[in-house]
């Protein structure tokens, strides 16, 4: 048991930290997205104001010598060219004052700094306005770093606080698994005595018996099914614990549906039932004998259940292994086939009355099933009845 609440402790671990990683990659995402978006609002906001700065600078430039902080004036006419003083080398941009009547901006990189240079004819001068980019390259930097440490915070607050809520959202369900697996071990185990004990007796039965052949019969039957109910037990116990591997050999399905058919011929005929069972020859599968009988019994006794007069178990073998169960019974509610191998499903008839009930049988079923790598199904037969069929791998 402390192992396996080891092992539920280690579940809790790795779904909160599956729950803190998938928090911190939500916020990643969103970060990065809203960093995205907020680079291009502050980008589309520094070029604008950029161009506004430098044809207002062009607008009121009588001369040269006293351009807005941070640019530089060039005025052309004539063949004279003036600059205002400090202007940087490799400027003014020779081409675009040589066009003449050519309007327009382009950014000039030279060195490692960056400027925008816009050139306008005005009447007959052009007039070429420079701005130094330096100080917006250093505001998108301060903005790019400080949503870089503010993403980095945000993730990892996200994680921690991710793993942290998953912690708390798991422990309940992990809670809830130790409990169920508390209470099949328990019931197994107190089972497998009483169990022991009614396999014994029924053994000392036969022996004591001698020759009366109908007791002795009845004695084989019961020693049959004790051994059936300590199987299906051991079979409980290993799909409530994870750990163990579930025991694999060759099953004869025809074989075990004539032997589930035989086992459930007294409650048939109880209920006015007729057995019928068609299977030739052998349809062997790998898988648990146990479980399997578990499984074709269920779909048997819900059969008898809601049978009027008749049930017909049948397999065949093909590409895969096809079981079926069919009884002449009231049919399935339409409406409830989708949820059928879901526990306690319930169907009603058009007056509201409850017409076929289904507790845990049916989804053990399903489960059953799925371990084998197969499905369960059910459909109505014509013109009465129900068909359930259980499909298997080879």
């Known amino acids: 048991m402390t192992r396996r609440l080891s092992d539920d402790a280690r579940l809790l671990r790795r779904t909160a930290l599956r729950a803190g990683f998938q928090s911190a990659l ?4 969103t970060v990065a997205v809203l960093c995205g978006v907020s ?22 430039a009588d001369d040269v010598s006293d351009p807005p902080s941070g640019t530089w004036l060039v005025i052309a006419r004539g063949g004279n060219v003036a600059a205002t003083p400090g202007l940087p080398p490799g400027l003014p941009d020779e081409q675009a004052l040589a066009a003449g009547d050519a309007t327009g901006t382009d950014d000039v990189h030279i060195g490692d700094r960056e400027y925008r240079v816009l050139t306008e004819r005005r009447g007959d001068e052009v007039v070429q306005a420079i701005l130094d980019l330096r100080s917006a390259h250093q505001e998108r930097e301060r903005l790019l770093r400080a949503l870089l440490i503010t993403g980095l915070l945000g993730l990892l607050l996200a994680g921690v606080t991710g793993a942290w809520l998953g912690r708390r959202a798991a422990q309940p369900l992990t809670q809830a698994l130790a409990l169920q697996r508390r209470f099949v071990a328990d019931a197994g185990h107190e089972l497998r ?5 009614l396999s014994t007796r029924a053994q000392l039965l036969r022996r004591h018996l001698g020759d009366a052949r109908v007791a ?18 051991e079979d409980l116990l290993l799909a409530a614990d994870p750990r163990e591997a579930e025991p694999v050999r060759l099953v004869d399905l025809a074989d075990l549906a004539r032997a589930v058919v035989s086992a459930a011929q007294p ?32 779909l048997l006794d819900n ?10 178990v049948s397999v065949r073998a093909g590409r895969e292994v096809i079981a079926e169960v069919a009884d002449d ?28 009930r289904y507790g845990l ?3 053990l079923v399903s489960e059953i099933a799925a371990r084998h790598g197969g499905s369960v199904s059910a459909r109505n037969a014509e013109p009465a009845g129900a068909v359930f069929r259980l499909t298997l791998p080879h």
């Open 26 to 29: 939500a916020v990643a995402v």
């Open 39 to 60: 680079v291009l609002v502050v980008l589309r906001s520094q070029h604008a104001d950029e161009n506004t700065l430098l044809e207002s600078a062009i607008a009121r």
């Open 193 to 197: 005595t009483p169990l022991t004990l």
């Open 216 to 233: 002795k019969a009845e004695a084989d039957e019961l020693v049959a099914d004790a051994r059936q109910l300590t199987e299906i037990l």
């Open 267 to 298: 409650e048939a005929t109880a209920q006015g039932v007729r057995l019928t069972v068609s299977a030739e020859g052998e349809v062997t599968i790998h898988g648990s004998a146990a479980a399997l009988r578990r499984a074709l019994n269920a």
């Open 303 to 312: 059969a008898i259940r809601h049978a009027r007069g008749a049930v017909t």
């Open 329 to 356: 019974g009231p049919g399935i509610d339409p409406a409830l086939i989708p949820s059928l191998f879901t526990r306690f499903a319930t169907g009603t008839t058009e007056d509201d009355r409850p017409r076929r």
């Open 361 to 363: 049988g049916l989804a």
